[in-house]
């Protein structure tokens, strides 16, 4: 009997999921803690940042745009108002870019962009389907999901370069 194979279209509809051991999320929540300290202590936030942040979320978010269209209204302005589904948008980001921008735009360098680019590094992804596992696959895009440094990467990694 043939073994069926996996459709290559049917798969680009799975996300990874890391499954990490709760040694490796302990020492990414340290890893966390320090790179939030490194941010506030050099005023690296984007102004507006409020997603992953503490003292802020999609509520702040959403009473600044809000204020935005109000303020605008008052002023007789006309406004648009476009939404993104960013449901995938953590599988999107590239790995050099990424590095680029922590050393570069964040000042993160030497064993700390070490720890970054080991942690991004040589990751592969296998799906099993029906009980049909695929060959390993190299990832050279994408934060592992499931992570506790994949948020805060991803909005470094989309930050704005300038307010």
């Known amino acids: 009997m043939k073994k069926p194979s996996l459709d290559p279209n049917v798969l680009k509809h799975f996300r990874p ?5 709760f040694v490796s999320k302990l020492i990414e929540k340290l890893v966390l803690d320090q790179l939030f300290r490194h941010l506030d202590h050099n005023n690296l936030w984007h102004t507006f ?3 992953y942040r503490p003292k802020h979320s999609t509520e702040t978010a959403l009473l600044r745009v809000l204020n935005d269209l109000l303020t605008a209204s008052d002023s007789g302005s006309i406004s ?4 993104l589904d960013l449901s995938a948008a953590f599988d999107t980001i590239d790995h050099s870019i990424l590095l680029t921008r922590l050393d570069s735009t964040f000042g993160i360098r030497d064993l700390a962009l070490s720890f970054f680019r080991s942690y991004l590094q040589d990751r592969t992804q296998v799906v099993t389907v029906n009980g049909i596992k695929s060959s390993p696959s190299l990832l050279t895009c994408g934060v592992p999901q499931g992570s506790v440094l994949g948020p805060i ?3 470094l990694y989309t930050q704005p370069l300038s307010d």
């Open 17 to 21: 999921v890391s499954n990490l051991p």
């Open 153 to 155: 990467l991803f909005i």
């Open 80 to 83: 648009i108002l476009t939404l």
């Open 49 to 51: 940042q409020s997603a």
